[in-house]
Nanobody
C-alpha cells in the first residue's frame, strides 16, 4: 500500500521559514514526479512545486519562485519555505505521480497519490 506522510507544518511569523517533509512508502518513486500542492480555506488546490525525478528538473509556481525550494532524497521529498507571507497559509499536500504527467506537472490530475496534508499558518 502506497503512503505519503507529510510533516513539518506549523505556525510561523511572516518572514520566517519552515521545512516540510514527505516520506513515501510502498513504492519506488525515484523515476516519478513528486510535488507539493496547497489549499487555502475556501480556495481550490493549487500547484506549489514539483520535481521530475530524483536529481531531475524542478518547477515552481510564480508565487513561490525564489522563496521555496523542492528537493528529494531517496524516498523523501522536501519543501524548504523561506520569506513566508500570510498568503502562504494553507494546508500543504505532498503528491506523487503513478506514471507520466498526462496533464502537466502543475495539474493535480497528474498525480495519483496524495498525503493527508499538513497545516502551514503564517501570521502577520
Amino acid at each position: 500500500q502506497v503512503q505519503l506522510v507529510e510533516s513539518g507544518g506549523g505556525l510561523v511569523q511572516a518572514g520566517g521559514s519552515l521545512r516540510l517533509s514527505c516520506a513515501a512508502s510502498g513504492r519506488n518513486f525515484n523515476r516519478n514526479y513528486m510535488g507539493w500542492f496547497r489549499q487555502a480555506s475556501g480556495k481550490e488546490r493549487e500547484f506549489v512545486a514539483s520535481s521530475s525525478w530524483s536529481g531531475g528538473g524542478t518547477y515552481y509556481a510564480d508565487s513561490v519562485k525564489g522563496r521555496f525550494t523542492i528537493s528529494r532524497d531517496n524516498a523523501k521529498v522536501y519543501l524548504q519555505m523561506s520569506s513566508l507571507k500570510p498568503e502562504d497559509t494553507a494546508v500543504y499536500y505532498c503528491a506523487a505521480s503513478g506514471g507520466g504527467i498526462t496533464y502537466g506537472y502543475h495539474s493535480p490530475r497528474s498525480y495519483n497519490y496524495w498525503g493527508q496534508g499538513t497545516q502551514v499558518t503564517v501570521s502577520s
